[in-house]
């Protein structure tokens, strides 16, 4: 656990800009060392000077490492998780899922399905690994309001009898032979009594591993970004730390709030410290973060491409896989991976029905 007196080791920290930095959300050293010093400087309100001394500190204390042999990278890579969507050719054409140490972005129009992917997500991070989890929790900065717990409901009793038998298991200390009786795997409207109840235990179970938060502006969202932080370190001892970190949406109150071309530069600069803030989550914590974007559309750039994600360039840059989702008939979406660092592009299929995200 982290407290202020872990920082008051390092050299030339004392208790009171220990405090400073806790206040600014700097709780553990290593938060520290991957800081910048003109960030530390304005977030902690210390000198520049004082900031580089302090980082350089943390640095040599919490071994953060400059440069990395091959090896020391695949080790750490070798670390990186894979949560699956649960559709197998999504999670293929994904190269067995969204990787933990990076950003994925997934980006389409109003309705496309963007906020529907981030909730499965909040439910598959919870299953066991040899179900495509990490058996970790979620945190999810809402900031349209349009977190359903309903929805995580549906979505819970919708996964495979296997998962869910396995699932009851863990989370509600049932006995094999119990979870049997149950027939989970029947059909929602065959289900007995008892195992409805048990359903609607695990529901609760899984939507307590939800923490969700809802960001009202831009300015908001990004503290609640920096407060991640803090939730991640709370809960890294514990038997579910967080696995997933997921802003829904990611652009909307940055788009809204700073509107035309002279507050463009500022908007960036802004985005681009939350991401940073997103992706210092994501690798300290080896958890993945899915943040949402929408797609262009004319008024905002009369000769945009109206595929094209909001944001430009500084979210290519530090997201590493994009997931572009489009309108298909019905329930069916198209989902295509663009730009990924190692994996071909391609696109896959699925459908969005009441158990959640499906195959073709
Ligand atoms: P914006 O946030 O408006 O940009 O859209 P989005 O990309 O987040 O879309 P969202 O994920 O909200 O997808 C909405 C679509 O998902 C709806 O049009 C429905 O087709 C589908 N959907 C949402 N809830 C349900 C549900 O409970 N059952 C089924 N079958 N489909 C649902
Ligand atoms: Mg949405």
């Known amino acids: 656990m982290s407290s202020s ?41 210390v000198g520049d000077n004082t900031a580089a001394k302090i980082i350089r500190a943390a640095r040599q204390e919490a071994d953060v490492g400059g440069f990395e042999t091959g090896a020391q990278l695949l080790e750490q890579r070798q670390k990186i998780g894979k949560l699956k969507t649960l559709v197998p050719e999504v999670d293929r054409m994904l190269g067995g899922g969204m990787e933990t140490q990076s950003i994925t972005e997934t980006y389409g129009e109003f309705g496309s399905g963007k906020s529907q992917f981030t909730h499965q997500l909040a439910v598959n991070v919870q299953l066991p690994e040899e179900h495509g989890g990490l058996g970790q929790s979620a945190v999810f900065i809402d900031t349209e309001d349009t977190f359903r717990p309903e929805r995580v409901a549906q979505m819970v009793k919708g996964l495979e009898g296997e998962i869910l038998e396995d699932v009851v298991r863990r989370d509600l200390d049932y006995t094999k032979d119990d979870v049997e009786e149950l027939e989970l795997d029947a059909d929602i409207s065959d289900l007995s009594d008892e195992a409805n109840e048990v359903l609607d235990d695990l529901v609760d179970e ?24 803090d939730i991640a370190d709370d809960l890294e001892d514990t038997d579910f730390p967080v696995g997933l970190l997921a802003v829904d949406s990611l652009t909307a109150h940055f788009r809204a709030e700073y509107v035309g071309r002279g507050n463009l530069a500022n908007r960036q600069q802004k985005l681009n410290k939350h991401m940073h803030d997103i992706l210092r989550v994501a690798s300290l914590h080896n958890a993945a973060a899915v943040v949402t974007n929408q797609v262009q559309s004319n008024p905002d750039s009369m000769f945009g491409d109206p595929t094209k994600p909001v944001g430009g360039n500084i ?13 298909s008939k019905k329930d069916k979406r198209i989902i295509k991976l663009v730009d990924a660092p190692n994996l071909p592009d391609g696109e896959s299929v699925l459908r969005i029905k009441e158990e959640g995200l499906k195959p073709e």
Not at 211 to 227: D, G, M, T, Y
Not at 315 to 327: A, E, N, Q
Request: aromatic fraction near 6%; glycine fraction near 8%; hydrophobic fraction near 40%.
């Open 5 to 45: 007196e872990d920082l008051e080791q390092l050299r030339g920290v004392g208790s009171a800009t220990a405090d400073k930095l806790q206040d600014a959300g700097y709780n553990t050293i290593k938060s520290v060392a991957v800081a910048s010093p003109g960030e530390l400087s304005e977030n902690a309100g």
């Open 206 to 229: 899984f939507l307590d591993r939800i923490h969700v938060a809802k960001a009202f502006n831009s300015n908001h969202q990004i503290l609640l970004a920096e407060k991640a932080r």
């Open 315 to 327: 979210l290519g840059h530090t997201s590493t896989f994009r997931i572009y989702i489009r309108k």
